[in-house]
């Protein structure tokens, strides 16, 4: 079992900054992809962004691209959202997800998903 765990969220004004984390721990891990993704109070889920097991390859939603960054330090099993700019429109429950034996992945069906940090952005 991989157990994943989101931190940092927290309440913020439009056009704050914001960086989250989502630190996994569990059974021993070997390559895989991070994906994050949000959701909005009476929305669906929402891709936001996925990173590969290098770091090398990102990639973002549009609603997203330009604002929010990933990144991934591996040695501690701990990726980073980075925000900027937030709007109010950002504001959701931000949670991550790992695709084991995958250096990088878009889609739905990851392996493992933590429970979220809330992000709340006020104008």
């Known amino acids: 079992q991989v157990q994943l765990a989101e931190s940092g969220g927290g309440s913020v004004q439009a056009g704050d900054s914001l960086t989250i984390s989502c630190a996994a721990s569990?059974?021993?891990?070997?390559?895989?992809?991070l994906g994050w993704f949000r959701q909005a109070p009476g929305k669906e889920r929402e891709f936001v962004g996925a990173?590969?097991?290098?770091?090398?390859?990102?990639i973002y939603s549009d609603s997203v691209k330009g604002r929010f960054t990933l990144s991934r330090d591996n040695t501690k099993n701990t990726g980073y959202l980075q925000m900027n700019s937030l709007k109010p429109d950002d504001t959701a429950v931000y949670s991550c997800?790992?695709?084991?034996?995958?250096?990088?992945?878009?889609?739905?069906?990851?392996?493992?998903w933590g429970r979220g940090t809330q992000v709340t952005v006020s104008s």
């Open positions: 990173i590969s097991w290098s770091g090398d390859s990102t």
């Open positions: 997800a790992v695709k084991i034996g995958t250096s990088m992945y878009v889609g739905w069906t990851y392996d493992y």
């Open positions: 569990g059974r021993t891990l070997s390559t895989y992809a």
